[in-house]
């Protein structure tokens, strides 16, 4: 995420004139090539650019090709939170292509895809800021659906669906296009072939665009994520304080409170995963930006550049950069580790097997990966009260005669039978 002016531009005549000796033996003129190269901030940086950049476009394109392939499964797409996760991996491989991939073929071919035509520049701008603004906004969307399942229990039914999601997804595409769609026009190519800041909009790029760039893509949604998954956190942490009171009491409850409080703690982790790495990659660039004016000096007082801070700056600008594409390329990474359904889902991808999904009741169904509560604490209430409902010759199963649910190692089955048949419906949907 860089703005228009984060890439200090040196005519070949400046480097002249910091070359020339008059009145001595004139060496081979440099190029500004040749001076970058005396700087190993400068030859650090073109490594990283030309080696690593290639396999995080690789690896990130895999993973998220993977990604996309898993969540569109006819066993994951019925959950919202997964349609959100197929989106972002589009979003995430937009990034790549047109930053990461972009930027290599131009350490290797010594031209930028921008620069070859007014309309690349116009269009390849724009597909930068948008890329990296959807992929951020959509897993805000996520964060909040998330906790809304937790915290209305009763409402998430209505709103955690696939159909609200398509809409809230497609709003997101529609703001952030309008919002960004400015590129379209401000900016240009100039005589020397370079996308630059129109005449009447330079001082709107300067001032204006590197702010509100990196409010939309890091400081409001990192504000919002922290924020959504604090209360997340503590809503499962009062969960878990009232399945510890209540413990020992109900068997039947205590395996529907332990199915559901390993559930949530999985998509919790996912998302914390998720926010903290966006916050750890996405934040050196920003500050990068914020403070390139004033922390950097390109030229001196007698206005020859200044090689050396420029070489500083690239390398500083490189490893930023580098943060930030592993951002949109370690999704996968963390869906594998802490996604059970994921990590079954994509055996199934791969041993070419369509899943076949056990039949439950319309109830257990209902349990997505948005969290659901009402589907576990309804199953095993209604289970609970059809038993102290039956008949007594129904309910004495051991033969006791006596009308009362069963004890001992009749009830211990019901409870190990019902505990494992939650925890295996909730781990199939994480």
């Given at each position: 995420?860089?703005?228009?002016?984060?890439?200090?531009?040196?005519?070949?005549?400046?480097?002249?004139?910091?070359?020339?000796?008059?009145?001595?033996?004139?060496?081979?003129?440099?190029?500004?090539?040749?001076?970058?190269?005396?700087?190993?901030?400068?030859?650090?940086?073109?490594?990283?650019?030309?080696?690593?950049?290639?396999?995080?476009?690789?690896?990130?394109?895999?993973?998220?090709?993977?990604?996309?392939?898993?969540?569109?499964?006819?066993?994951?797409?019925?959950?919202?939170?997964?349609?959100?996760?197929?989106?972002?991996?589009?979003?995430?491989?937009?990034?790549?292509?047109?930053?990461?991939?972009?930027?290599?073929?131009?350490?290797?071919?010594?031209?930028?895809?921008?620069?070859?035509?007014?309309?690349?520049?116009?269009?390849?701008?724009?597909?930068?800021?948008?890329?990296?603004?959807?992929?951020?906004?959509?897993?805000?969307?996520?964060?909040?659906?998330?906790?809304?399942?937790?915290?209305?229990?009763?409402?998430?039914?209505?709103?955690?669906?696939?159909?609200?999601?398509?809409?809230?997804?497609?709003?997101?595409?529609?703001?952030?296009?309008?919002?960004?769609?400015?590129?379209?026009?401000?900016?240009?190519?100039?005589?020397?072939?370079?996308?630059?800041?129109?005449?009447?909009?330079?001082?709107?790029?300067?001032?204006?665009?590197?702010?509100?760039?990196?409010?939309?893509?890091?400081?409001?949604?990192?504000?919002?994520?922290?924020?959504?998954?604090?209360?997340?956190?503590?809503?499962?942490?009062?969960?878990?304080?009232n399945r510890r009171t209540l413990r020992g009491r109900n068997p039947l409850r205590d395996a529907q409170t332990d199915s559901r409080a390993q559930f949530h703690q999985r998509l919790t982790i996912i998302l914390l995963s998720v926010s903290?790495?966006?916050?750890?990659?996405?934040?050196?660039?920003?500050?990068?930006?914020?403070?390139?004016?004033?922390?950097?000096?390109?030229?001196?007082?007698?206005?020859?550049?200044?090689?050396?801070?420029?070489?500083?700056?690239?390398?500083?600008?490189?490893?930023?950069?580098?943060?930030?594409?592993?951002?949109?390329?370690?999704?996968?990474?963390?869906?594998?580790?802490?996604?059970?359904?994921?990590?079954?889902?994509?055996?199934?991808?791969?041993?070419?097997?369509?899943?076949?999904?056990?039949?439950?009741?319309?109830?257990?169904?209902?349990?997505?990966?948005?969290?659901?509560?009402?589907?576990?604490?309804?199953?095993?209430?209604?289970?609970?009260?059809?038993?102290?409902?039956?008949?007594?010759?129904?309910?004495?199963?051991?033969?006791?005669?006596?009308?009362?649910?069963?004890?001992?190692?009749?009830?211990q089955a019901t409870s190990n039978g019902l505990r494992n048949g939650f925890l295996d419906m909730t781990n199939n949907y994480v």
């Open positions: 995420m860089e703005t228009l002016n984060s890439t200090v531009m040196v005519n070949d005549s400046d480097v002249q004139d910091v070359t020339l000796d008059p009145g001595q033996d004139q060496p081979p003129v440099q190029t500004l090539e040749d001076i970058m190269n005396e700087f190993w901030e400068y030859r650090v940086s073109n490594i990283l650019g030309i080696y690593i950049f290639p396999i995080i476009v690789g690896l990130g394109t895999i993973g998220n090709l993977l990604s996309f392939l898993v969540f569109i499964r006819k066993s994951m797409r019925s959950s919202s939170t997964c349609f959100y996760m197929m989106v972002m991996a589009v979003a995430d491989t937009l990034v790549l292509y047109f930053n990461a991939l972009r930027k290599w073929l131009s350490f290797l071919n010594g031209y930028d895809a921008v620069t070859e035509s007014e309309i690349g520049c116009k269009i390849f701008t724009f597909l930068s800021y948008f890329s990296f603004a959807w992929s951020a906004w959509l897993l805000v969307a996520m964060t909040i659906e998330r906790f809304i399942a937790i915290h209305f229990p009763l409402k998430a039914p209505r709103i955690a669906t696939p159909g609200k999601a398509k809409k809230v997804i497609f709003a997101l595409f529609l703001i952030l296009f309008a919002w960004n769609c400015h590129f379209l026009w401000t900016v240009t190519m100039d005589d020397s072939n370079q996308c630059i800041p129109g005449e009447d909009y330079k001082k709107f790029h300067d001032y204006y665009v590197p702010w509100m760039d990196a409010f939309v893509y890091s400081f409001i949604p990192f504000a919002v994520l922290i924020t959504f998954n604090i209360l997340i956190i503590r809503d499962t942490s009062i969960a878990m304080r903290f790495t966006f916050l750890v990659c996405s934040c050196p660039k920003v500050v990068l930006i914020a403070i390139r004016d004033t922390q950097f000096q390109f030229y001196f007082d007698n206005g020859i550049p200044n090689f050396h801070e420029i070489a500083k700056y690239v390398f500083v600008s490189r490893l930023s950069d580098l943060f930030l594409y592993i951002n949109h390329s370690f999704n996968f990474v963390l869906y594998s580790i802490h996604g059970k359904k994921f990590r079954k889902e994509m055996k199934n991808l791969f041993l070419c097997r369509n899943h076949d999904i056990r039949r439950r009741s319309t109830i257990s169904m209902s349990l997505d990966v948005t969290g659901h509560r009402v589907s576990n604490e309804t199953a095993l209430s209604t289970v609970a009260s059809v038993m102290e409902n039956q008949p007594s010759d129904m309910r004495d199963q051991n033969g006791t005669g006596n009308g009362q649910i069963p004890h001992g190692d009749g009830i």
